[in-house]
């Protein structure tokens, strides 16, 4: 695997008109915990959604795990795990139900489905209700699962897509420790989210605004080189030079 | 390969046996359908409705009177004496039809060329055609065996009736008793399997798009392939386990012949599946939600049952409708179905409808494939 997990250059992506990505490039490095931070529409989901192989980029180059996301998404998707968005089991299936269909999907060796699934469910704190529909558990169990399966194949790199939105902050503390946790292990951790605080938590972030990077690096580097106390802080005054400078 | 698509097939019917909307999906339509059509919808003409109007009053037209009452086709329920009566009583539908006897009526038989005008009321032209042609029936044996009466007579013998000059009886076959039923009950199968397949597999598909698990399948390594094998052959099982559900009641419930193969009735499902399967297919790639999908399904279904043939002859369409029906693959599967149950018809016969459904199924399927990708856009 080369040195970069994620490599983009000048990406493009066009819905009509619509700039939605607007020449975005960076770099994320193996084992890094890299954060995509944006208000809502400024373009994150698009970006993730192309490392994934899901939508084509309209300009510009992005490589994952070495292989461009254009032409070779097959074998992207066979070294990332992804959890998008909106959360995205079967609610009507049971815990242990979802986990046995996304190991037979990803095409998890089967001497080892069982002590993946065991492994799963342990992380998601669900091992005495595995046999619960999905659609009874409450967020923070949700988006662990979720988690836990994107993962059951066992990807070098992860795209989480807002991962913690919607769950509360004791829910939210607990799986930011399984981000790192993941981390520590070699893995790669893309993420996006609007919680300022959570930026503190990456290695380096990418600060999105409208479609363009208004900012990166690791947090502390940011706060120093601006001289502010805090990243909500950068991030307002980042937007606002980009204000004064397209209007 | 084929693990994977055994995952996503046991994964589909566990979502559609265990979901109760979805449950009823598959076992009411049918059920309501062969209620409907086997019960309630009857076209047969029993004991119908009519007035009377004698203007003879002879002895001969009484006892036509009584053919038409024995006959168990026919209710006399008035016997108006004015022509404002018998206006009346076709005008407000108390009555379906109206015989009207001339004067010199029994004259006219005597002479061999008696006639009755019968006055039927055409607001339902299926019935109103068959009332008539009882009425003529019953007319036409009354007038023959009078003038057999008449040549008895001349001649002092008794004259076989094959002598006699006109026999204009018609025979019906393979549904002798015109019972409606016989007619509409195979063909629900063909309804059924349409509606239930390609709803479902629109559904099925457009589901995973609306909450967004489509997108969790696409990043992982399944192929485009065996997620449309998964997503679909489990609703091929669905049909066929609806063919023979109707195949079953009809036999047992309402006793409708069954004279040809069974053998070749699965082969042609399986046929009619490839077409629906990839129309389903194709109304999922097309909608967002699942409420486009059921709109589309709609949409296609009621034209199709239209013109399949199901309840109106496609002989009496007008001729580009006519060429129109055979773009329609149900149309083939409801002459396959009606061959094989009514009139036992084979494989030498049926095999044109079953290669028209391959390669209808062939194309939809294709194309609705070529539809299929595994990318957002
Ligand atoms: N398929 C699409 N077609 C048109 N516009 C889109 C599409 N997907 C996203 N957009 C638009 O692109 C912008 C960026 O969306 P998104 O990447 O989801 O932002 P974020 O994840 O940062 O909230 C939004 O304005 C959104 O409306
Ligand atoms: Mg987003």
């Not at chain 2, 539908?93 to 006639?115: E, H, K, N, T, Y």
């Not at chain 2, 063909?190 to 798009?209: F, G, Q």
């Not at chain 2, 002459?335 to 209808?360: D, S």
Request: with cysteine; net charge neutral; hydrophobic share 45%.
């Amino acid at each position: 695997m080369p040195e970069n997990a994620v490599e983009v250059r000048g990406l493009v992506k066009r819905f009509g008109d619509f700039h939605a990505v607007d020449d975005v490039s960076f770099e994320v490095s193996r084992g890094e915990i890299f954060g995509f931070l944006g208000p809502n529409g400024a373009g994150k989901s698009t970006t993730i959604r192309i490392l994934c192989g899901l939508l084509s980029p309209t300009a510009g180059e992005a490589r994952v795990g070495g292989y461009d996301v254009a032409t070779e998404a097959e074998q992207v998707k066979e070294n990332i795990g992804y959890m998008s968005q909106k959360f995205s089991l079967y609610d009507d299936l049971a815990v242990e139900e979802n986990i046995d269909f996304f190991s037979g999907v990803y095409g998890v060796r089967r001497e080892i489905r069982e002590t993946r699934k065991e492994y799963v469910l342990k992380m998601a704190g669900l091992e005495n209700r595995r046999g619960d529909m999905t659609r009874l558990l409450a967020g923070g169990w949700k988006q662990r699962l979720a988690l836990g399966c994107a993962i059951l194949h066992e990807p070098p790199i992860l795209f989480l897509d807002e991962p913690t939105s919607g769950v509360d902050p004791i829910a939210r503390r607990t799986f930011w420790d399984l981000i790192y946790q993941l981390a520590e292990a070699g893995n790669t951790v893309f993420v996006s989210t609007h919680y300022m605080d959570e930026a503190e938590y990456c290695h380096r972030i990418a600060l999105m605004y409208r479609g363009r990077i208004v900012a990166l690096g690791a947090p502390a580097e940011l706060k120093r080189s601006l001289n502010l106390p805090s990243m909500e802080d950068v991030f307002i005054s980042r937007i606002e030079e980009e204000e004064r400078r397209t209007a | 390969m084929r693990s994977r698509i055994r995952e996503i097939v046991v994964k589909e019917l566990r979502q559609a046996l265990r979901e109760p909307r979805m449950r009823a999906l598959l076992f009411f339509p049918p059920v309501l359908q062969l209620v409907i059509f086997g019960f309630a919808v009857n076209l047969d003409v029993n004991n119908a409705r009519i007035a009377w109007f004698d203007g003879d009053r002879t002895p001969a037209s009484r006892e036509l009177r009584e053919r038409f009452e024995g006959s168990g086709y026919f209710t006399v329920l008035a016997m108006p004496r004015r022509d404002r009566e018998v206006r009346d009583l076709l005008d407000h539908g108390d009555v379906q039809a109206v015989v009207q006897i001339l004067p010199g009526f029994a004259r006219d038989v005597d002479r061999g060329r008696a006639s009755v005008q019968v006055l039927v009321d055409g607001t339902n032209s299926n019935t109103a055609s068959l009332i008539a042609s009882y009425a003529n029936q019953i007319v036409t044996s009354f007038s023959q065996r009078a003038t057999q009466a008449r040549l008895d007579r001349k001649l002092g013998t008794s004259v076989p009736t094959n002598i006699l000059p006109v026999n204009t009886a018609s025979r019906v076959w393979f549904n002798p008793e015109l019972r409606s039923r016989t007619y509409f009950v195979p063909g629900v199968i063909v309804n059924i399997v349409m509606l239930v397949t390609v709803m479902l597999t629109a559904m099925a598909i457009v589901r995973e798009k609306e909450i967004g698990t489509m997108e969790q399948l696409m990043v992982t390594p399944i192929r485009p392939v065996e997620l449309i094998i998964g997503k679909t052959v489990p609703f091929a099982g669905i049909g066929v386990v609806n063919m023979i559900m109707i195949t079953l009641a009809a036999l047992l419930v309402f006793q409708i012949p069954f004279r040809g193969s069974a053998l070749l009735l699965l082969a042609s499902t399986l046929l009619f599946l490839l077409t629906t399967l990839g129309l389903g297919l194709f109304i999922s790639t097309v909608s967002h939600t699942q409420q486009q999908a059921m709109m589309s399904t709609f949409f296609l279904f009621l034209p199709a049952l239209m013109l399949s043939g199901f309840a109106f002859p496609i002989q009496n369409m007008p001729a580009p409708v006519q060429w129109l029906t055979y773009l329609i693959p149900a149309r083939y599967f409801m002459e396959i179905v009606r061959g094989i149950f009514l009139k036992g018809t084979g494989f030498a016969v049926l095999w044109p409808a079953m290669l028209a459904l391959a390669v209808l199924g062939t194309v939809i399927l294709s194309l609705s494939v070529m539809r299929f990708h595994k990318r957002l856009d």
